[in-house]
């Protein structure tokens, strides 16, 4: 028989997650800026929305991370954000039209829970049941 639609399962960041909490804060952030805990976000395979930002017809890469170079590229360590495996797994997300400022690299954790960034404040999001 034929179906509709992809055969393949959903990404596991795919779906609509509410920021937590802010978990390591960082010393970029301009006053004003940022996403307020409760601020919903989704991802899936047509677009992608973080608070009042869009992101049309998104790609998703995969990569990882050892924990020392993500440490050098991020200036915290997985451990501050609660990241106990190595390497580290990371989600880019590339936009064919719009923009994501907080949502564009997603740090994926082994709880289920992510990790975004915006201005050097790292955000934890849930998934919405």
Do not use: N
Request: proline share 7%; with cysteine.
């Amino acid at each position: 028989m034929a179906g509709c639609g992809s055969s393949s399962p959903p990404e596991p960041f795919h779906g609509t997650w509410t920021v937590a909490s802010v978990i390591a804060p960082g010393v970029s952030a301009a006053p004003g800026r940022g996403l307020a805990v409760g601020t919903e976000a989704r991802f899936g395979p047509g677009d992608a929305l973080v608070g009042g930002q869009a992101c049309d017809e998104p790609t998703y890469t995969k990569r990882s991370l050892w924990a020392q170079t993500f440490t050098e590229a991020y200036r915290v360590t997985p451990q501050q954000l609660s990241i106990a495996t190595e390497p580290v797994a990371l989600v880019d997300v590339a936009c064919a039209s719009g923009r994501l400022e907080a949502g564009s690299t997603l740090i994926l954790r082994s709880d289920g829970s992510m990790v975004t960034m915006w201005d050097g404040v790292f955000y934890e999001l849930r998934k919405q049941q």
